[in-house]
């Protein structure tokens, strides 16, 4: 259902092994590919619906050196939201400042009223997309009551408070940016790991060689900048335990069958 893959660092560094084991993965996860990378608030933004072994662009791609300080990759398995451009990852939303927030997502939507109204004003048709641009609308709202725009302590509290009130019932799995900050959510087991150096952290849904990967704490917002973790946030109990017949349900419920 998706693989994530993310890094922060204070140095550039050389991605393409990685990303190669990464997007090897495809197999299991054939309905598109995409990359972000991060020149201070800039976003780059290459994707593809596409399974990634079978890209040409993607194949030219990783036969050139790719070095960065701050990137997502990710693989999609599409659950909510057909095959197509705008329901691939990363996805993108700018707010009132002018900061460009970038998501991508491993999991699942089941149950969250706060973003029903999305559906009529999204791109595509992802339970994804929703939630960057529910994150975005209230990064907005705190900005205009606050009439100025947040300092870093103030998104890390509205960050916090939006995952834990969308975990409940949901599988949360999510990797954000907003130009300077990573922030790293995720509440189900064994989904996701961190391989970490003294200028580095690197996350995936899997780990990617024979280093040193621990798995990422649960049920907790962790926030980095520049590799360096800056903000932990108090553990909720809401962890996500996978119901096939749920699963099912919601297949059928988005195919009107």
């Known amino acids: 259902m998706c693989e994530l893959f993310g890094v922060t660092a204070n140095r550039k560094v050389h991605l393409n092994s990685l990303l190669e084991e990464f997007f090897s993965h495809s197999n299991e996860q054939p309905s598109g590919w995409g990359i972000a990378t991060f020149e201070g608030r800039n976003v780059s933004l290459e994707k593809e619906p596409l399974r990634a072994d079978r890209s040409a662009y993607l194949k030219s791609k990783l036969n050139n050196d790719i070095y ?21 990852h990363p996805f993108t939303a700018m707010d009132l400042t002018g900061r460009i927030w970038t998501l ?6 089941f149950e ?15 339970d994804s997309e929703r939630i960057l641009l529910y994150i975005v609308d209230e990064i907005n709202r705190h900005t205009k009551e606050a009439s100025r725009p947040l300092n870093d302590a103030e998104k890390h ?7 834990e009130k969308l975990s ?39 780990p990617l060689d024979k280093g040193h990967w621990r ?18 946030g108090a553990p909720h109990d809401y962890s996500y335990i996978e119901d096939p017949q749920k699963m099912k349900l919601l297949f059928l419920a988005f195919s009107n069958l």
């Open 68 to 88: 960065a300080s701050n990137l997502f990759g990710h693989i999609r398995r599409a659950t909510i939201g057909y095959e197509s451009y705008v329901n691939t």
């Open 104 to 109: 991508i997502h491993n999991g699942t939507i």
């Open 112 to 126: 969250a009223p706060q973003l029903s109204p999305y559906q009529y004003t999204q791109s595509g048709t992802t």
């Open 157 to 163: 509290e509205i960050i916090d408070e939006i995952f």
């Open 168 to 206: 409940p019932e949901n599988k949360l799995n999510v990797l954000l940016y907003d130009g300077e900050n990573m922030y790293i959510h995720k509440n189900a087991k064994e989904t996701l790991f961190v391989k970490e150096d003294d200028d580095s952290a690197i996350f995936s849904t899997q």
């Open 215 to 232: 798995e990422v704490e649960q049920n907790r917002l962790l926030v980095y900048r520049n590799g360096a973790l800056v903000y932990s």
